[in-house]
């Protein structure tokens, strides 16, 4: 069965600082893969996915994922965080239609 | 632009009452899913539908739980007996569904409902 995990269920950066979240999956066969942002009491929303077109995917607010087959990775960053970003972010995998997701992390921003 | 809706935001119960949760997916998609997520998880998936058919459901959906979707537009979901261990939020999210391309759909998901279960 598909598994995913994430690496860090807290992360803090500084503002203008990298963002670096890790994602991994477990799985002979690669799968389709998410990131959600969640802010609070919303709902998820799609950052980006990968859907085997391109292993370096780029979504909105300048996030972007590489998947990385032979690390069964599919870590997302942003090259300069904003307050804005602060949330927590969830890696998900699609299998039979239905999304795994790991158990999230936690963004701060600081100042 | 309206989004999938969920109804109520909040709700708060007392062990053993029942409750319903109701979902309104985007208006074109035929893919519709239910999933629960406990405080500092993951969501976890519950069951979903294709149409008015439902397609799966986990094992966490214990005979207490029931879903429909009458005439394939909005879903409840259906919580008799409510346990202490139910308080999660529920979330409901809709695709589009294209042929053949269910694991790369896009599933969009509503702002959930809380339960609280006292």
């Known amino acids: 069965a598909q598994s995913v995990t994430q690496l860090g269920s807290h992360v803090s950066v500084s503002e203008g600082a990298l963002v670096l979240l890790r994602c991994n999956y477990s799985s002979s066969v690669p799968p389709y893969l998410f990131w959600y942002v969640q802010y609070p009491n919303q709902g998820l929303q799609l950052l980006l996915k990968y859907t085997s077109a391109a292993t370096l995917v780029k979504g909105i607010n300048g996030f972007e994922a590489e998947f990385k087959k032979s690390e069964t990775s599919f870590h997302l960053t942003k090259p300069s965080a904003h307050m804005s970003d602060a949330a927590e972010y969830f890696c998900?995998?699609?299998?039979?239609?239905?999304?795994?997701f790991g158990q999230g992390t936690e963004l701060s921003v600081k100042p | 632009d309206t989004g999938v809706s969920q109804n109520p935001r909040h709700k708060i119960t007392k062990r053993g009452q029942n409750v319903t949760f109701r979902c309104d997916p985007i208006s074109e998609h035929n893919r519709l899913y239910w999933y629960r997520q406990t405080l500092g998880q993951g969501p976890e998936f519950l069951t979903y539908f294709q149409n008015e058919a439902q397609l799966e459901k986990s094992r966490l959906l214990s005979d207490r739980f029931s879903a429909e979707r009458p005439k394939g537009s909005f879903s409840t979901l259906e919580i008799q007996r409510t346990e202490q261990g139910d308080s999660a939020m529920y979330l409901c999210a809709s695709s589009l569904g294209r042929r053949g391309g269910r694991d790369t759909d896009t599933q969009y998901f509503g702002p959930g409902t809380r339960l609280t279960v006292l």
């Open positions: 998900a995998a699609s299998q039979g239609g239905k999304l795994i």
